[in-house]
């Protein structure tokens, strides 16, 4: 299948919860790495049990067993 990179192909990323110790890399398809990027909306992808930091409320968008994408819904 030519789309399979796309969509199935986990790929690593570094976790955007924006701790400066933080060295978590998350495993990614471009297709959700591509939607929670471009969405328009200002969404972060952090690693489970992390939590988004510079933003004074974060509300989580969607989740599953290897990340979570949280909308900043105000910066700090």
């Known amino acids: 299948?030519?789309?399979?990179?796309?969509?199935?192909?986990?790929?690593k990323r570094a976790c955007e919860c924006g701790a400066?110790?933080?060295?978590?890399?998350?495993?990614?398809?471009?297709?959700?790495?591509?939607?929670?990027?471009?969405?328009?909306r200002n969404l972060w992808i952090v690693a489970p049990g992390h939590e988004l930091r510079g933003?004074?409320?974060?509300v989580v968008v969607s989740?599953?067993?290897r990340f979570l994408v949280v909308e900043a819904v105000e910066d700090l």
């Open 1 to 11: 299948m030519a789309e399979d990179w796309y969509t199935e192909k986990l790929r």
């Open 20 to 40: 400066l110790d933080c060295r978590t890399e998350i495993e990614i398809t471009m297709e959700e790495e591509d939607a929670a990027d471009h969405s328009g």
């Open 55 to 58: 933003a004074s409320e974060a």
């Open 63 to 65: 989740s599953n067993e």
